[in-house]
């Protein structure tokens, strides 16, 4: 089965700086996406990026970027820039193509700081 | 343009207690699900539907039934709520493709 894995609960960061998070997964599949969304306080679940695993180049939207290494299996999001707005629980999920059910890794709260 | 909205947002149920968890889309999307979101345990999946008249278990289905009787509606229902069925509820639906999920506002249940 595949597992999603987020090995750093929290995190902190200094407004402008940049932050990664990291993210690794297990699977079998040669074919796969992967995703990072972003649940701030409101609760409400938000895309942040889309990866697909067959394309190399690494997936970018605006201050959030991935580093896709898919011979490691991992898939770590970098923002840029942190904004206060970025404060937020981030959760990176993986897609399987067979049921398109997306499995959650256990997320990675981010504070950011004036 | 309303995309997932989940009914209640917020309740409260005593021990034994049965609720339906209200679910609907109105972007005629297939394929719905149900998520469970636990401190320190991500969304786990309890039950999805691939299409209307079909539904099948994820992985923490126990102590949870489902309805799937239209295209638009996917209702949740705890017969007989306990405990350790406190939670925050997320509804999804799948995006055209491999574009990922929407969902739901959610629904934090605690029973007591």
């Known amino acids: 089965a595949q597992t999603v894995t987020q090995s750093q609960p929290e995190m902190s960061v200094q407004e402008a700086e940049t932050v990664t998070l990291s993210c690794t997964y297990d699977t079998s599949e040669s074919n796969y996406y992967l995703f990072w969304y972003k649940q701030p306080p409101s609760r409400q679940m938000i895309l942040v990026i889309r990866?697909?695993?067959?394309?190399?180049q690494n997936a970018t939207e605006n201050r959030f970027s991935v580093n896709f290494q898919k011979a490691a299996k991992s898939f770590s999001l970098k923002i840029s820039d942190s904004q206060l707005g970025d404060t937020a629980m981030y959760f990176c999920?993986?897609?399987?193509?067979?049921?398109?059910?997306?499995?959650f890794g256990t997320g990675t709260r981010l504070q950011v700081f004036p | 343009n309303a995309g997932v909205t989940q009914t209640p947002k917020f309740q409260v149920l005593k021990t034994g207690q049965s609720m339906t968890l209200q679910c609907a889309q109105d972007?005629?999307?297939?394929?719905m699900y149900w998520y469970r979101q636990d401190p320190g345990m991500g969304l786990r999946l309890i039950y999805y539907?691939?299409?209307?008249?079909?539904?099948d278990k994820g992985e923490v289905p126990n102590g949870y039934n489902v309805s799937r009787l239209n295209k638009r509606e996917f209702s949740l229902r705890l017969e007989s709520a306990a405990p350790s069925q406190t939670s925050v509820y997320f509804c999804?639906?799948?995006?055209?493709?491999?574009?990922?999920?929407?969902f739901g506002s959610g629904t934090r249940l605690t029973v007591v």
């Open positions: 972007m005629n999307h297939n394929s």
């Open positions: 990866q697909e695993a067959y394309k190399q």
């Open positions: 999804a639906t799948k995006l055209t493709g491999t574009k990922g999920y929407t």
């Open positions: 999920a993986f897609m399987e193509t067979n049921t398109d059910k997306l499995i």
């Open positions: 539907s691939a299409s209307e008249g079909t539904t």
